[in-house]
Nanobody, 116 residues
Framework: QVQLVESGGGLVQPGGSLRLSCAAS????????MSWYRQAPGKERELVAS????????NYTDSVKDRFTISRDNAKNTVYLQMNSLKLDDTAMYYC?????????WGQGTQVTVSS
């Protein structure tokens, strides 16, 4: 079965960095685009970044452009989110997602808390 396991979250000060990882299994990772979403308390889940199956193209929501970088390693079945210059507003639960045949699969999430 499809499994997505996020890791790498934690508590960081404003201006700091974190690298999230999402380890995938149960499907052919290299043929699917991958995405990172986040959800802050009281807010809707929002798309943060996405990457095509080869990694040749990426997209970001405006609020994280030039600060976050999505990447993937198809040999390791893993997608990453490098987050730099973190802000208080980046505090949220971060999830990775894959869509397979119109079905969405999500990981359990990893908490990122930006606080001084």
């Amino acid at each position: 079965q499809v499994q997505l396991v996020e890791s790498g979250g934690g508590l960081v000060q404003p201006g700091g960095s974190l690298r999230l990882s999402c380890a995938a299994s149960g499907f052919t990772f290299s043929v699917h685009a991958m995405s990172w979403y986040r959800q802050a308390p009281g807010k809707e889940r929002e798309l943060v970044a996405s990457i095509t199956r080869t990694g040749s193209s990426t997209n970001y929501t405006d609020s994280v452009k030039d600060r976050f970088t999505i990447s993937r390693d198809n040999a390791k079945n893993t997608v990453y989110l490098q987050m730099n210059s973190l802000k208080l507003d980046d505090t949220a639960m971060y999830y990775c997602r894959v869509r397979i045949w119109a079905n969405d699969y999500w990981g359990q999430g990893t908490q990122v808390t930006v606080s001084s």
